[in-house]
T-cell receptor
Framework: NAGVTQTPKFRVLKTGQSMTLLCAQD?????MYWYRQDPGMGLRLIHY???????AKGEVPDGYNVSRLKKQNFLLGLESAAPSQTSVYFC????????????????FGPGTRLTVL | EDQVTQSPEALRLQEGESSSLNCSYT??????LFWYRQDPGKGPEFLFT???AGEEKEKERLKATLTKKESFLHITAPKPEDSATYLC???????????????FGKGTKLTVNP
């Protein structure tokens, strides 16, 4: 199993450009999440999905959109990038106990480092 | 508001010098507490999940414990390869419309010198 993978690993954008980050998991997990990590701030939830075709807002959703067209994929989009979106983005997935899974543990991907100039 | 505070922010140990990292939390209802290890430039790597006060889990030189207000990550006889940032996160009990989100602390950066 590859676990959770993220594409791309690095990206540099200019202000106003758009891009999509791709997250894929091969663990058949129901839940998927997008977090951002900034120095001194800890990891913060952007958006999440509780199943194929569903999405919901997290703690810091402004400026981002997401889609979950397939169970194994979760896309994070930036329509008009801003310097404040310079960060490291992590995707995670889980299969919570309340939904028949073995554990509430979230498993993380390797991250995408995004710089917006 | 759910909060997680980790201390110390940074810790330097000599190889073999045991110590503990602290994670204090306030949450409306604890569903689970998670410890992760994060190496520079990589994603958080899962270590432990604790669900109830009094629970303990061990893995090699690491032992995690949980009380109603805090969790400790004990490191026994650490080695240089234990150097990393250790993250603590809590998950609140689901309420109507709630999410499965994790609330993370800022981490403790551990350096183990040979």
């Amino acid at each position: 199993n590859a676990g959770v993978t993220q594409t791309p690993k690095f990206r540099v954008l200019k202000t106003g450009q758009s891009m999509t980050l791709l997250c894929a998991q091969d663990m058949n997990h129901e839940y998927m999440y997008w977090y951002r990590q900034d120095p001194g701030m800890g990891l913060r939830l952007i958006h999440y999905s509780v199943g194929e075709g569903t999405t919901a807002k997290g703690e810091v959703p402004d400026g981002y959109n997401v889609s979950r067209l397939k169970k194994q994929n979760f896309l994070l989009g930036l329509e008009s990038a801003a310097p404040s979106q310079t960060s490291v983005y992590f995707c995670a997935s889980s299969y919570p106990r309340d939904f028949g899974g073995p554990t509430d543990t979230q498993y993380f991907g390797p991250g995408t480092r995004l710089t917006v100039l | 508001e759910d909060q997680v505070t980790q201390s110390p922010e940074a810790l330097r140990l000599q190889e073999g010098e045991s110590s503990s990292l602290n994670c204090s939390y306030t949450v409306s209802g604890l569903r689970g507490l998670f410890w992760y290890r994060q190496d520079p430039g990589k994603g958080p790597e899962f270590l432990f999940t604790l669900y109830s006060a009094g629970e303990e889990k061990e893995k090699e030189r690491l032992k995690a414990t949980l009380t109603k207000k805090e969790s400790f990550l004990h490191i026994t006889a650490p080695k240089p390869e234990d150097s990393a940032t250790y993250l603590c996160a809590v998950q609140a009990t689901l309420t109507q419309g709630g999410s499965e989100k994790l609330v993370f602390g800022k981490g403790t950066k551990l350096t183990v010198n040979p």
